[in-house]
């Protein structure tokens, strides 16, 4: 197993040079200019030449790839033409950040109550109440964030007003009792961000808990243990539950991956200022060094995330060989 | 929009010929609710087909004098910003998604997604280390930052390129009726959905190449395209379908995203996505829902549909 | 089962390593700042006492593109920027816009309105104390002007003073015509009689840095600027708020306001500012109609205020139809504007009566643009040489192109592609570009016709009339050229008497409006509502500094 880590960690580095050249090449041979954007309205010809040369946009491209790219190994990942005097480091990984605790609460969640959900939706199987779970879980995946938000944010921002309309504002936020004593309670801020992103995730985690757990009840110690006359939690609890977790773990990145997908409409509908919003804007107005940081580094991610889950996956079930894909 | 598809790379059909198709039909055919998705499926795209036939006003056609309306009997979904049929342009974006999500699925995993699994699977060696690591390449990019990143990118060099064709050819329109950017909007998805396929293509051939009856075929000096068209095809077509079915939620999500983005269908060529985004906002949802609710309600139900009939196929195929 | 205790033992250590996160971002929280939640026993903190609770605004902000002022370009990065820096002289608040004379004490004109002369005030400072001399305005200026720097706005706001196009260059060691006359007197050259100099002189391209501060750090002093100006920048956090606190040893006097925070991130401002989260708001179209509604309490804080911008569509005069002005004429006439704007900003923008805007020396309430009129468009579309009769150039295709990231971004271009559809039979292909690619093409002209804005940068019709119709200008996106318009635009440019200048303009204006090479649509309003608390804010109809204006009374 140890060669199989080697070879993914080795075929790593050969990924992300792939990917950040496909990146850097679609950026630059597009059409459209970062220097025309941060210019403004009076664009002299002059300046535009002499910024370009500075910046060594006036040489040709895998040149200046090959420039980024030594840059780069030295971690520096250069300057935002957007958000000049920072450099893109600096700029993207406080707004990861955010988006990364956003995503990490929204992955614990999915998981909390997809959970039980496929564990009750086991337990009712044969009733009618079983696919009604799973079909509602299903609805609940088929709507769009894009058609979830407005409706909750106008009930409860606009309409109740029992919530903040949006923005980032921490994990916690202290509750204060009569002004003395502060408890830090979940930020109301995320809350509305936090339903939109965890209603098309349930689904997943659910299902896949429910098969599992179906299989489990009728494995013989299962049966045992209830003969033995334990209570229907403590099974649930002591044998079901970890069998079905298992195969969760495979699921880890592809839930990653739709948290990270529907940040880009979470953050830009209820102004967050995460990285889905930093990485729209930078596409749009050509701000290469951000567009190039943020795909390698999404790249990375996803690439590192999906090897942790392939290695628990391998550790707690030996069954699993990695590596012998072939046969 | 990632798809699960999870749960269709665990199935393995037994060897299929027609009558087994006859049985999953049937099993199919007890499922009520898989039925109803079908029909629901059936009515949104055949509200795309006949779109020009059967929309009561044409979907750009403004009227300023009724903006924002809600359900009236002259406009039966009301009217949007510009005072334009709702229901009009309910029906030019289903046939949007008609077309992105056919021709999607027809280039990318059809042809490319098969075409590479089949080939990978078959040939090995050299050929298949390659696709299945290109395969890598594309599923380790971030999906939606590499389309909204294409679709900006290189959106005008399209239109550029089809106007330069007309100029040649002398064919018109081509450009005024949108066709660029449904052109780049589907093979930008076709190059991050044939992945998935290609993947659970190769996996199966694999498995089917050390049966006896495939080997058989090979020492009886059958020839590669026979193997594959008589033996390996009819055995994964039930796979192919399966993967289909589980990618076309993805895909029309997909478009509506990018336009929402505003990198895909270009107006006024209608879409759900451009209809979501006139929706959204919070106050407009209090003055006009209808804005939002009419495509969200469309979409929702479309999406829902293509999740359970996916479930359902799986569970017949399956022999559930 | 082993498997299974690995399993709980790998979640266990899943839940703690949360756990600790968890602790570790709410005793961050705990140490930082205040928790400004929605709820209402956790508002009672967000005036956190220490800092003089009546004396701090709160306004929505956006996160500066720079706090340079040689490098801004952008009204946002702008907005801060005249807080914090300050020139010679400066603009005063509306209506007036006069000029004032701001780290000058007086200046002086010499008979040939060539030589300016500046004395500084005595009790100007930077930031950290040390006072404000000649020599420091020389450097500043010199820095702006320099080839290094590439500042985009340098050309269009220094150019006139004398060696200072050689300078920017790279061909003279320094600017010929700044001269240090002594440590508080400086003299500026310019090459002819420009009466719009000092205007120019006010943006934030003349202002003064500290020569200190920038060589020691020049790529990172931005961020704790020692500006000039009334405001010190106290705190930015990228993308959460920045923090503007009054530099007490101004040399206009204190300024009453003690702190403006700028909260960068959250949903619609009106919202917020209904929950007391913010003390001004600018309103969307989502929110106007009530704001505007007399019964509602928020429409007696409601107030809109022009804007020195207009939006226009723009018709390449070199590239066919619109090389007929017959054809642009047409296209004017087919669109009614009123309409469109009431239906689809609901009336949030004015139509355009001419090409300057309200506000601006020379501007004219009597409407000059052309109206709509539809048949007077079709009969102007027959005069000309395109079309499908005999003897007539079919239309080739016509393409509008606009900037817009969002799908709906042009759905008054939507509006317009159906009336000159219904009006004029033409069909108009829309393009939407992301705005990078957008301005690339705008500049090369190779558009054949497009819809933008343009933004005055200093309240002098010449920023307008010769930067985009004078033939040779480079701004002049949409290749119109004509030679009595230039002829106008030469005389004002030099003209010393106001009113005679301003009448160039005006008649200028006229020829450039009957050729339509732009259809000027409409003038940008600003919409906001105000808290009562505030007293002395405006919204300028371009940046201009205010928080010395303003007082918090609460």
């Known amino acids: 197993m140890g060669a199989y880590v080697i070879r993914r960690l080795l075929w790593l580095p050969v990924l992300l040079l792939i990917v950040s050249f496909s990146t850097f090449a679609l950026a630059r041979y597009g059409p459209g200019d970062p220097v025309a954007v941060i210019a403004g ?31 780069a190994i030295r971690g520096d990942l250069g300057e935002s033409y957007l958000q000049r005097g920072f450099s893109v480091s600096e700029l993207i990984f406080p707004k990861m950040w955010i988006s990364a605790q956003l995503g990490m609460v929204a992955l614990i969640i999915v998981f909390a109550v997809g959970i039980p959900l496929g564990l009750l939706a086991a337990r009712l199987a044969g009733t009618w109440l ?37 923005g980032w504002d921490g994990i916690f936020a202290l509750y204060w009792i009569a002004g003395v004593i502060a408890i830090p309670i979940p930020n109301p801020h995320l809350y509305i961000p936090l339903v939109a992103f965890t209603l098309p995730g349930f689904v997943g985690v659910a299902r896949l808990v429910r098969v599992t757990a179906l299989e489990v009840n009728l494995e013989d ?66 701000d290469y060094d951000v567009i190039l940081a943020t795909t390698v580094v999404f790249a990375a991610a996803f690439v590192i995330c999906n090897l942790i889950a392939e290695l628990i996956y391998g550790v707690v079930d030996p069954r699993v060989r990695l590596g012998s894909s072939r046969s | 929009m990632t798809s699960a598809t999870m749960d269709t790379a665990e199935t393995h059909p037994e060897q299929m010929g027609d009558s087994e198709w006859r049985i ?10 898989a039925m109803a998705s079908l029909v629901v499926i059936g009515i949104i795209y055949a509200m795309g087909i006949f779109a020009p036939l059967l929309a009561p006003y044409s979907y750009t056609q403004q009227n300023l004098d009724i903006p924002r309306q809600g359900p009236s009997r002259q406009h039966l979904l009301g009217t949007d910003t510009l005072g334009r049929d709702m229901l009009s342009r309910t029906m030019f974006s289903a046939r949007t998604t008609l077309i992105v999500t056919t021709a999607v699925v027809l280039s990318g995993s059809l042809v490319i997604g098969n075409g590479l699994g089949l080939l ?77 396929t290609a993947r659970i293509i190769r996996a199966q051939i694999l498995q089917l190449r050390e049966r006896d009856f495939i080997t058989s075929a090979e020492a009886l000096g059958a020839t590669p395209y026979r193997v594959i068209r008589y033996h390996l095809l009819p055995n994964v077509a039930f796979l192919i379908i399966l993967q289909v079915s589980a990618t076309l939620g993805g895909i029309a999500g997909s478009e509506i995203v990018l336009t929402w983005f505003g990198v895909g269908v270009q107006p006024p060529a209608a879409s759900f996505g451009a209809m979501l985004f006139e929706g959204s906002g919070p106050r407009t949802f209090q003055q006009s829902p209808h804005l939002l609710l009419v495509p969200g309600g469309v979409v929702t139900l479309l999406l829902f549909a293509f999740n359970l009939l996916g479930d359902a196929l799986n569970d017949a195929v399956r022999g559930r | 089962m082993r498997q299974n205790r690995m399993l709980a033992i790998l979640l266990g250590v899943l839940s703690t390593l949360v756990l600790i996160v968890g602790g570790l971002s709410a005793s961050l929280l705990l140490t930082g700042k205040g928790g400004t939640s929605g709820t209402n026993s956790s508002r009672s903190d967000t005036g956190s006492g220490a800092t003089a609770a009546s004396g701090r605004i709160r306004i929505p902000g956006t996160d500066p593109s720079t706090m340079d002022p040689h490098l801004a370009s952008d009204s946002t990065s702008a907005e801060y920027i005249v807080e914090i820096f300050s020139g010679l002289v400066t603009i005063g608040p509306p209506p007036k816009l006069d000029l004032q004379l701001d780290l000058a004490k007086s200046v002086e004109i010499s008979p040939d309105g060539k030589t300016y002369t500046f ?114 920048l106290t705190e930015w956090r990228l993308g959460e708020r920045i923090a503007l606190t009054a530099y007490d040893k101004f040399y206009l006097g204190t300024p009453k306001l003690k702190e403006a925070v700028y909260l960068i991130s959250g949903g619609s401002a009106l919202t917020r500012f209904e929950n007391n989260e913010l003390d001004i ?63 689809t900003f609901k009336g949030m923008l004015a139509p355009a009566s ?31 040489k395109y079309g499908t009769g005999p003897g007539k150039i079919p239309f080739p295709t016509i393409t509008m192109t606009e900037a817009g990231g969002g799908a709906s971004a042009g759905i008054d271009t939507q509006a317009y592609i159906e009336q000159w559809k219904t009006v004029l039979g033409l069909n108009i292909e829309i393009k939407q570009l992301d705005f990078a690619t957008f301005i690339a093409d705008q500049q090369s002209k190779k558009l054949q016709m497009f819809s933008a804005g343009w933004v005055m940068d200093y309240p002098d019709p010449e920023d307008v009339m010769d930067l985009k119709f004078y033939s040779t200008s480079s701004l002049n996106e949409q290749s119109y050229s004509n030679p009595a318009v230039d002829k106008l635009l030469d005389a004002a440019r030099s003209e010393k008497d106001t009113n005679q200048r301003l009448d160039l303009y005006r008649q200028a204006e006229k020829l450039i409006i009957a050729d339509a090479p732009w259809l000027p649509l409409y003038y940008s309003l600003a919409h906001q509502v105000v808290s009562p608390s505030v007293k002395g804010w405006f919204e300028p109809p371009m940046v201009l500094p205010r928080l010395r204006f303003v007082e918090v009374t609460r």
């Open chain 3, 119 to 232: 004395v500084l005030r005595d009790n100007a400072t930077f930031h950290d104390g040390r006072k404000v001399t000649a020599d420091d305005v020389k450097w500043s200026i010199e820095r702006a002007a320099s080839k290094q720097l590439a500042s985009p706005t340098a050309m269009s706001y220094l150019s006139d003073i004398v060696g200072m196009p050689e300078y920017f260059q790279g061909k003279a060691q320094n600017i010929a015509g700044i001269e240090v006359v002594d440590p508080s007197t400086i003299r500026f050259k310019i090459d002819s009689p420009k009466p719009y100099f000092l205007a120019k002189l006010s943006y934030p391209t003349s202002f003064v840095v500290d020569r200190k501060q920038v060589e020691a750090n020049p790529r990172n002093w931005t961020r704790k600027p020692n500006g000039t100006g009334p405001y010190m």
């Open chain 2, 24 to 33: 999953v039909w049937r099993r199919l055919r007890r499922k009520r609710l």
């Open chain 3, 354 to 384: 001419g090409i300057m805007m309200p506000g601006l020396p020379g501007y004219t309430p009597e409407v000059k643009t052309l109206q709509f009129d539809p048949n007077a468009a079709k009969a102007e579309l027959a005069k000309s």
């Open chain 2, 120 to 196: 990978s699977g078959y040939r090995g060696g050299w050929v298949d280390a390659l696709i299945m690591r290109v395969g890598d390449v594309f599923s380790s990019l971030p999906g939606l930052v590499m389309l909204i990143l294409i679709n900006a990118t290189l959106g005008t060099r399209v239109i550029e390129a089809v106007r330069g064709f007309e100029r040649t050819t002398g064919i018109t329109g081509l450009v005024a009726s949108g066709l660029p950017s449904y052109l780049l909007v589907f093979s930008a998805l076709s190059l991050f959905f044939w992945v998935g």
């Open chain 1, 221 to 286: 110690y299962v049966r045992t243990a209830r003969s033995k006359g334990l209570s229907e939690a403590a099974v649930q609890f002591r044998h079901v539950l970890p069998n079905a977790l298992l195969p969760l773990i495979t699921v880890v990145g592809f839930a990653l991956a739709g948290i990270i997908e529907g940040a880009f409409f979470v953050e830009t509908l209820m102004g967050i200022n995460g990285i889905g919003r930093l990485t729209f804007e930078a596409v749009t107005s050509r």
């Open chain 3, 281 to 343: 708001a600018p309103l969307s179209i989502n929110d106007i109609d009530r704001a505007r509604d007399p019964g509602q309490a928020l429409s007696k804080l409601y107030s809109s205020s022009p804007q020195f911008s207009i939006s226009y569509i723009a018709f390449n005069s070199k590239l066919p139809p619109f090389d007929d002005p017959a054809v642009r004429r047409a296209m004017g006439m087919a669109i009614d504007r009123k309409k469109i704007s009431d239906v």
């Open chain 1, 41 to 71: 309205q009076v664009r002299d010809p002059v300046v535009l030449a002499q910024i370009r040369a500075d910046r060594g946009f006036d040489r040709p491209i895998p040149e200046q790839y090959l420039m980024w790219l030594n840059r």
């Open chain 1, 130 to 166: 079983d696919p009604m779970i799973i079909g509602t879980l299903l609805f609940l995946q088929a709507i769009p964030v894009l058609v979830v938000i407005p409706p909750l944010t106008w009930l409860f921002a606009v309409k109740l007003q029992w919530l903040p309309v949006g």
